[in-house]
């Protein structure tokens, strides 16, 4: 399954202090910011961790309506740090913290009250310059869509073509400091629209080149021309099709 698999709850404490515990699945590869620190992959691996993550959002994105069903969900703070992989390497989407759910009988979305935003290093244009409009469900989606682009960008760096990787980075790297401000963010991604650069082996090889592609149509500045989930979903699956690659 592509959520981290819940287990247990449980509440334990003094009259001076409590603990909370989260019991859920363990995963020793780490989350896909380690794994990738670390590991190098080829194109059958580079498809499998992409064509996972994104089918664990799409189940996200999803209202399903059912005696088992679910809420559409965004998730709010997408990064390779928030995805797990698993001893098989496909990945699996954890810390729902900041999630939005949208009831679909009121047509509202339940926005959490806490105040913790997303990681601003993968924070869309319109998150960082504040027109996302709070109280409409698609916008939280398509601003998952956004760092998801990015995602797809740290993975796509680590697949060798022609001998060549490079090493893993974090996104925007080379143009914000480690800790970036909003205001670092703010000028690269609204102001000056900069996004994460293509090593040029990518052109010469049709996966990677394929892989560029979707990454641009997932961090398009305008929300509404970012593609789906479901559409990266597919695409996805084309690719892993033409390669012969059984995911």
């Not at 498809?47 to 994104?54: D, E, I, N, R």
């Not at 974090?170 to 143009?175: A, E, Q, V």
């Amino acid at each position: 399954f592509r959520l981290l698999r819940f287990i247990a709850a449980d509440i334990k404490g003094t009259g001076s202090w409590t603990q909370l515990y989260l019991i859920t699945d363990y995963h020793e590869n780490g989350s896909l910011y380690d794994y990738l620190k670390s590991t190098t992959l080829d194109t059958k691996g580079m498809l499998k961790l992409a064509y996972s993550s994104v089918s664990g959002l799409c189940h996200l994105h999803t209202e399903i309506f059912s005696t088992q069903g679910k809420p559409a969900i965004a998730h709010r703070d997408l990064k390779s740090k928030n995805i797990l992989v698993k001893k098989n390497g496909t990945c699996c989407i954890a810390d729902l913290g900041l999630a939005v759910k949208f009831i679909s009988d009121t047509n509202e979305v339940d926005i959490p009250p806490n105040t913790r935003v997303g990681t601003k290093r993968y924070m869309p244009p319109e998150v960082l310059d504040e027109s996302l409009n709070r109280n409409h469900f698609q916008s939280y989606i398509m601003a998952d869509m956004y760092s998801f682009g990015l995602i797809l960008w740290e993975i796509a760096r680590r697949c060798v073509s022609g001998g060549i990787v490079e090493e893993y980075q974090l996104p925007y790297h080379d143009l914000v400091p480690s800790d970036p401000s909003y205001e670092d963010m703010r000028e690269i991604v609204c102001i000056k629209r900069l996004r994460p650069s293509f090593p040029n082996r990518w052109s010469s090889d049709e996966c990677l080149r394929q892989m560029g592609k979707l990454m641009m149509e997932c961090w398009a500045h305008n929300p509404a021309s970012r593609l789906t989930a479901l559409r990266v979903k597919k695409t996805l699956a084309k690719m892993s099709e033409s390669q012969d690659i059984k995911l």
